[in-house]
């Protein structure tokens, strides 16, 4: 028994921390630290993969947490920041909210999603519903980091940490399969966009998102 | 024949013909393998129906429902890849697309075919959700390939959607497992789509229930659904047209297909949430806003998208309302609704290559300066309109009349969107259609074969439709419940 609460303490340790380091990137203003809490962020989910990998006794998440450590955490934060050195992107990131009120949408964000979970998952064992509470706050304050920036990169960066949040819901939910599958098209669809980046260079996207630019290129503006 | 498997060749023929469209070089050459691959690939959909059915295994389900879906899939690709052809070789003799990215344009096709014909043969949740992600990274590539700005404006934007779309479908889907797991086991088994039906019934139904609404708002930002719909009208508008018509043909088909199959086993639950009122609320809102969108449009591409978001609203209202004659209508109508909009992507590529543009302004006259092409667009619009006595005239017909008998209140919310759009798209047609001819009167080398077979098809379901194909769509109608 003793072993057990360990097990669950830890993972609900790292669970929770993924949650906090999501809070963290709410409040960079700057593109490099948010690339750097990034890293932070998929180290402490390869970490959590390797956990329930060695705790489930299912070898095949180690590959999940091995992917997550070298390409998350490693090869993609590197290469953003090539890339935002190379084409010369401002480094403040412009915000459509303020800082303030994003922070409490995200804590609202995470009351819903504790409120939500755990209500539904009543019956389910309590590390798999807990871990799915926190893999939907991650989830949900990954979109909120994606609707409150506005240049390319840190929408990316908003996307990556949701996307982690789905590997850890899927790593707690027991036995399931193609986890490993899906972690790489995961992978593969992120590669997808930072290539798009990186190979289109749209330079313009990255200073601002201006809807009405938009507009003048559907030619439908009065 | 024993040997011939009809399943693996609806998926090993496109992925291998994407691999080698991808070494080829050269326009007549790929665009004919293009072709040929295309139609390998119906014939083995159409031989779905005449070689028994394999049982249904870990990954790969063959029911009457997903025939008919593989079946639309497949002709509707065979079909485009002609149209496609045509269109391909104007925009290299204009210097819009450099032979490198023809070969990408054609291997992505291919890959796109298979994405979506995975997704439908698929029997596993997890490998369904894999296969529209490839489809949807595929079509993102292909609306980018032009590289102007809007485009690639139109790309990201689909992009990021889409992606949060199929990460929300994913939560659901990890859910489901989660809801089966207990009575199902864990492994592999929990994710076979033939054996969670089985056993529906017994799973936890509050985890159902919030699982199919993070399904239904994943999968039905891939669907277009109104509030959800804003990467639509920029991908159809600019990307390569064939593309549009793929978009509004079959990839929305694929997230339906997807949304169908989730909300069966929501039925199979009885103490879960009935999906028809989300579906029916999402599907009636879809079609008033795209038909009060639909008057604003000053581009002819992006009229026929927000004229895709209608009609996938009303398919969506009436596979929600649910029963055995809505269902049917809501079946009948997607068919149509494939067969009529890829029809008017392809007049409407043409029309915008001869012309230059896409602004409806700048189009004016067609049935004088290209009677073809004119009339084509004149027939396809009238049948999107829901005029009679073409399919979708039929279909709409009893999606109404079958609402009338059972929701007075909502069969007048949609037959206003209905009406609206009626106008809007009747107000566009007459300026580019009739008058006096603006623009370029160059002559067309248009591929006119593909438009005007998809136009007979809808205008022979309209007059008649053939008894087995009835039955046929009735018993499919009952699956749906």
């Known amino acids: 028994m003793q072993m057990h609460s360990l097990a669950f303490d830890i993972s609900h340790t790292l669970a929770g921390g993924l949650v906090l380091i999501s809070f963290m990137m709410l409040y960079q203003d700057r593109l490099y630290s948010l690339l750097n809490v990034f890293a932070l962020h998929a180290l402490v989910l390869a970490l959590s993969v390797a956990w329930q ?97 506005r240049n390319a990169v840190s929408q990316v960066v908003g996307f990556m940490s949701l996307e982690n949040g789905l590997v850890l819901a899927a790593t707690g939910a027991k036995g399931m399969p193609l986890v490993v599958e899906i972690s790489v098209a995961f992978s593969i669809l992120i590669a997808f966009i930072v290539i798009g980046i990186f190979l289109f260079r749209i330079r313009e996207r990255f200073d601002s998102v201006d809807v009405s630019a938009l507009d003048d290129f559907r030619g439908e503006r009065r | 024949m024993a040997s011939f498997n009809p399943v693996m060749a609806v998926l090993l023929i496109p992925i291998c013909t994407a691999a080698l469209l991808a070494a080829l070089p050269g326009y007549r050459l790929t665009a004919r393998l293009n ?42 690709g065979f079909t485009t890849s002609i149209f496609s052809a045509s269109y391909i070789a104007h925009e290299l003799e204009t210097g819009r697309l450099t032979p490198v990215y023809l070969r990408f344009y054609h291997a992505m096709f291919q890959t796109m075919m298979f994405g979506m014909n995975l997704a439908f043969v698929s029997n596993n949740i997890g490998l369904m959700w894999v296969a529209v992600e490839i489809a949807t990274l595929t079509t993102v590539l292909m609306v980018g390939i ?14 990021i959607l889409g992606s949060v779309g199929i990460a929300l479908a994913l939560f659901g889907t990890i859910l489901v497992y989660m809801a089966a797991r207990p009575v199902v ?21 509050a985890l159902l229930n919030v699982a199919f609404i993070f399904l239904f708002l994943g999968y039905g930002t891939k669907v277009g659904l109104a509030p959800l719909h ?28 997807a949304l169908l199959r989730f909300k069966i086993l929501l039925a199979a639950n009885p103490a879960a949430i009935s999906p028809g009122p989300l579906m029916v609320t999402m599907g009636l809102v879809s079609v008033v806003f795209a038909a009060f969108m639909l008057y604003r449009r000053r581009d002819i591409k992006r009229l026929f998208a927000y004229s895709s978001i209608e009609h996938m609203g009303i398919i969506v209202f009436a596979f929600g309302m649910g029963g055995p004659l809505a269902n049917f209508a809501g079946l009948l109508h997607m068919v149509m609704h494939s067969l009529t909009k890829s029809a008017i992507f392809y007049a409407v590529g043409h029309i915008s290559q001869i012309k230059g543009t896409q ?16 009339w084509g667009l004149v027939v396809g619009v009238v049948a999107i309109a829901g005029l009679p006595p073409l399919g979708i005239f039929m279909s709409e017909f009893l999606v109404v009349s079958s609402t009338f008998a059972r929701q007075p209140l909502l069969a007048i919310v949609l037959v206003f969107g209905l009406l609206l759009a ?47 194909l009835v039955l046929w769509f009735q018993h499919v109608a009952q699956l749906l419940g």
Not at chain 1, 107 to 126: E, I, K
Not at chain 2, 146 to 159: G, M, N, P, Q, V
Not at chain 2, 425 to 436: D, I, N, P, S, W
């Open chain 2, 230 to 257: 804003a990467w639509l009208p920029d991908a159809h508008a600019e990307g390569p047209t064939p593309i549009s018509a793929v978009l509004s043909g079959l990839l929305l088909n694929v997230a339906l297909y």
């Open chain 2, 422 to 468: 009626f106008g809007a798209l009747t107000l566009r047609l007459t300026t580019v259609a009739f008058g006096a001819p603006r623009g370029s009167t160059a002559s067309a080398e248009a591929s006119y074969v593909p438009m005007f077979a998809h136009l007979a098809l809808v205008l022979g379901a309209g007059i008649y439709l053939p008894a087995p």
């Open chain 2, 359 to 374: 602004r409806i302004s700048r189009i004016r006259g067609l049935t004088v300066t290209h009677p073809a092409l004119g």
């Open chain 2, 35 to 76: 072709v040929v691959a295309s139609l390998a690939t119906f014939v083995s959909a159409l031989s779905l129906f005449v070689i028994d059915r394999p049982p249904p295994g870990p990954y790969v389900l063959i029911d009457d429902l997903n025939i008919v879906f593989i079946v639309l899939n497949t002709f509707v």
């Open chain 2, 185 to 205: 086991g864990e492994g592999q088994d929990g994710m076979i789509w033939t054996l969670l039906i089985q056993h529906a019934a017994k799973f936890d139904p």
């Open chain 2, 146 to 159: 032009y590289r102007t700005h809007a485009a690639l404006e139109a790309a990201w934007k689909y992009f």
């Open chain 1, 53 to 149: 990998a060695y705790v489930q006794d299912a070898p095949h998440l180690y590959v999940t947490a091995v992917i997550a450590l070298v390409f998350k955490a490693i090869v993609i934060p590197v290469a953003l920041h090539r890339i935002v050195k190379q084409l010369g992107i401002h480094r403040d990131i412009e915000s459509a909210v303020g800082i303030g009120p994003t922070m409490l949408a995200g804590m609202g964000l995470v009351a819903l999603s504790m409120v939500l979970m755990l209500r539904v998952t009543a019956d389910a064992d309590p590390l798999a519903r807990e871990d799915l509470a926190f893999a939907l706050s991650v989830v949900l304050l990954g979109l909120l980091v994606m609707v409150t920036r």
